[in-house]
């Protein structure tokens, strides 16, 4: 499914272009779990091998999806306020124990954990809430949301150039795709475990 996934996708990276990379990316920022990592390596690889995108071109399109989506979520949570977001928010994959722990990660950083938050899983998709409750500075909101998912496009794209150098991995080679996904998840499983999963377990 993944490959069949990847395969659509590059396709439709010749029609759609840094337009469908920015709404993937918009996507990935509100709360529908469709990994980024998913969205900017394989576009990454394409630049590289036909030169019809350029890495500069993804990293903006994909800053600028994410703080699409994030804006969203900002003044999604800023409009409804705290009661409606906890009421109703468990229907859209928001329980109450994420937007607690996405509040305690706002509360201890402020704008730099918005900036933070674009690395990580589970809180970047949730630091738009807290930080549209409390109503933060939405300039400042902006700013380091750009920032953040600048950065972290930037090493997604990386990622892409060195994985398409991959020979068997380019080819579908099931063993050498497991291989990669392993170290990615492992990866990102330490990022959470360290500067997440021990937060969010604070009472």
Same mark, same amino acid.
Request: glycine share 10%.
């Given at each position: 499914?993944?490959?069949?996934?990847?395969?659509?996708?590059?396709?439709?990276?010749?029609?759609?272009?840094?337009?469908?990379?920015?709404?993937?990316?918009?996507?990935?920022?509100?709360?529908? %779990?469709?990994?980024?990592? !998913?969205?900017?390596? $394989? =576009?990454?690889?394409?630049?590289?091998?036909? &030169?019809?995108? @350029? /890495?500069?071109?993804?990293?903006?399109?994909?800053?600028?999806?994410?703080?699409?989506?994030?804006?969203?979520?900002?003044?999604?949570?800023?409009?409804?306020?705290?009661?409606?977001?906890?009421?109703?928010?468990?229907?859209?994959?928001?329980?109450?124990?994420?937007?607690?722990?996405?509040?305690?990660?706002?509360?201890?950083?402020?704008?730099?954990?918005?900036?933070?938050?674009?690395?990580? %899983?589970?809180?970047?998709? !949730?630091?738009?809430? $807290? =930080?549209?409750?409390?109503?933060?500075?939405? &300039?400042?909101? @902006? /700013?380091?949301?750009?920032?953040?998912?600048?950065?972290?496009?930037?090493?997604?794209?990386?990622?892409?150039?060195?994985?398409?150098?991959?020979?068997?991995?380019?080819?579908?080679?099931?063993?050498?795709?497991?291989?990669?996904?392993?170290?990615?998840?492992?990866?990102?499983?330490?990022?959470?475990?360290?500067?997440?999963?021990?937060?969010?377990?604070?009472?």
């Amino acid at each position: 499914m993944l490959k069949m996934f990847i395969d659509w996708y590059l396709g439709a990276l010749d029609a759609g272009g840094y337009w469908l990379v920015a709404l993937l990316m918009a996507v990935e920022s509100s709360i529908v %779990p469709l990994p980024s990592e !998913l969205v900017v390596p $394989p =576009a990454a690889h394409l630049a590289v091998t036909t &030169g019809r995108m @350029s /890495l500069t071109g993804i990293v903006i399109a994909g800053a600028i999806g994410s703080w699409v989506g994030a804006s969203a979520m900002y003044w999604l949570a800023r409009l409804l306020g705290r009661p409606l977001v906890l009421r109703f928010g468990r229907y859209l994959f928001v329980t109450p124990d994420k937007i607690a722990a996405a509040e305690r990660w706002s509360a201890s950083f402020g704008p730099y954990g918005v900036f933070a938050a674009r690395l990580l %899983p589970v809180i970047r998709h !949730l630091i738009g809430v $807290p =930080a549209g409750i409390v109503r933060m500075h939405f &300039g400042w909101y @902006s /700013l380091v949301t750009l920032i953040g998912a600048a950065f972290w496009t930037a090493v997604l794209c990386a990622v892409g150039v060195v994985a398409g150098r991959d020979a068997a991995l380019v080819a579908g080679d099931m063993h050498r795709v497991t291989l990669w996904l392993a170290g990615g998840v492992a990866v990102l499983g330490v990022l959470y475990w360290l500067l997440v999963y021990r937060f969010m377990r604070r009472r």
